[in-house]
Nanobody, 119 residues
């Protein structure tokens, strides 16, 4: 069974950090681009960051310089390191897999992990 499982969410104060993980099972991530998306309450889902199969990354302007996406193919896991968190980063964070490129259709999605940034 092909599955993506996110973890690492939680409650953090503004200025704090979290590291999200996206672990794959049932398939190898080596040939896939992995994107992180988030959905804030009452808002549409938006792309946050992506890493393609070759390791090239891209970020939404709102998180550039604060978030870092990385992959460990040996662990079949992609990470999203989030620093200098702001209340507007609050939402449910999802990872998704697309074959090869961040521009392709995302075929598999995780169930999400909640991030709350609040004092």
């Amino acid at each position: 069974q092909l599955q993506l499982v996110e973890s690492g969410g939680g409650l953090v104060q503004p200025g704090g950090s979290l590291r999200l993980s996206c672990a794959a099972s049932g398939f190898t991530l080596d040939y896939y681009a992995i994107g992180w998306f988030r959905q804030a309450p009452g808002k549409e889902r938006e792309g946050v960051a992506c890493i393609n199969s070759g390791g090239t990354t891209n970020y939404a302007d709102s998180v550039k310089g604060r978030f870092t996406i990385s992959r460990d193919n040996a662990k079949n896991t992609v990470y999203l390191q989030m620093n200098s968190l702001k209340p507007e980063d609050t939402g449910i964070y999802y990872c998704a897999a697309a074959l090869g490129s961040c521009s392709y259709e995302y075929e598999w999605w995780g169930q999400g992990t909640r991030v709350t940034v609040s004092s």
